[in-house]
């Protein structure tokens, strides 16, 4: 099993690409041409990342560190999440979700306000420099239809072991203005099973039951992000990206926060839709 810094270390060399910062709604605000490289020194043991915006008045951030923090967790394939550990009312929050692929990454940030509202959006589309361009389309609800069998790894902050289990995600289109949502993960005796039901607004999906309203927004790139319109106090909830990599081959990262607002797990799922 990989170390969490080994698993990094699949992120290392230079990322071209484009910040997209996005309203709540999913509308683009402005769109920043970017180069991020991720360089090995001392052997690996240091990171040095300089991410550059090219801007009409570019600027340069440079960041050294040999240890990972307290809110970064990555998957052996080299994908990542960092970002808040406990959520508190009045105060900002937020995550980054980040997927790669090869050469090619596309990561999200959701951010919420001190009023616990979704308050604006990031998407990072990347190649590493030298790779071949792969303009995915914007996603569509078509692209997400039928069924969906895939496997969920879950990690944990206090380095317990990681599970592993299968998973069935059904997605159905009832009508012009709904659809619903069937999804089971786990064995036949351990297992559990969650059924709800969007209301469909162009590219968001909207899930009204239970005490926290879900959002999902389809995204340019073949991304998705699906979290609370507004954070409750007092209630468990999950911020989630998704990345469709291929017509029939998507992932999606969930970061899970419980009733205490305390940061819990992060899972990755690599899901194929069956023919």
Not at 42 to 65: A, M
Not at 174 to 193: A, I, R, V, W
Not at 223 to 252: D, H, K, M, V, Y
């Amino acid at each position: 099993m990989q170390s969490q810094w080994d698993c990094l270390l699949q992120n290392l060399g230079e990322w071209q690409g484009s910040f997209t910062r996005l309203s709540p709604q999913g509308q683009e605000l402005e769109d920043i041409p970017t180069v991020v490289s991720l360089e090995g020194l001392n052997d690996h043991r240091t990171i040095r990342q300089t991410i550059r915006r090219l801007t009409s008045n570019p600027d340069e951030k440079v960041l050294e560190y040999s240890s990972l923090g307290q809110g970064v967790l990555l998957f052996e394939n080299g994908a990542f999440s960092q970002g808040s550990i406990q959520f508190g009312p009045f105060s900002e929050f937020g995550a980054e979700l980040g997927f790669i692929d090869g050469n090619y990454r596309l990561r999200l940030v959701q951010l919420f306000n001190s009023a616990s509202q979704l308050d604006q959006l990031s998407l990072i589309r990347e190649q590493r420099v030298g790779s071949r361009g792969s303009d995915r389309p914007p996603l569509q609800l078509n692209d997400l239809l039928g069924t969906w069998q895939g496997e969920a790894v879950t990690v944990y902050p206090d380095w317990r072991n990681p599970i592993t289990y299968p998973t069935t995600l059904c997605i159905r289109h009832e009508d012009e203005d709904h659809l619903t949502q069937h999804l089971s993960f786990g064995d036949s005796k351990t297992g559990q099973t969650f059924s709800s039901t969007g209301i469909i607004n162009g590219s968001i999906l909207r899930f009204d039951q239970g005490a926290q309203p879900v959002q999902v927004l389809l995204l340019p790139g073949g991304g998705s992000s699906t979290c609370p319109i507004q954070i409750q106090s007092g209630q468990p909830f999950f911020l989630e990206a998704g990345w469709l990599l291929q017509p029939n081959w998507r992932q999606r990262m969930i970061r899970r926060y419980d009733d205490k607002g305390e940061w819990i797990n992060l899972t990755l799922v690599t899901e194929h839709k069956a023919a």
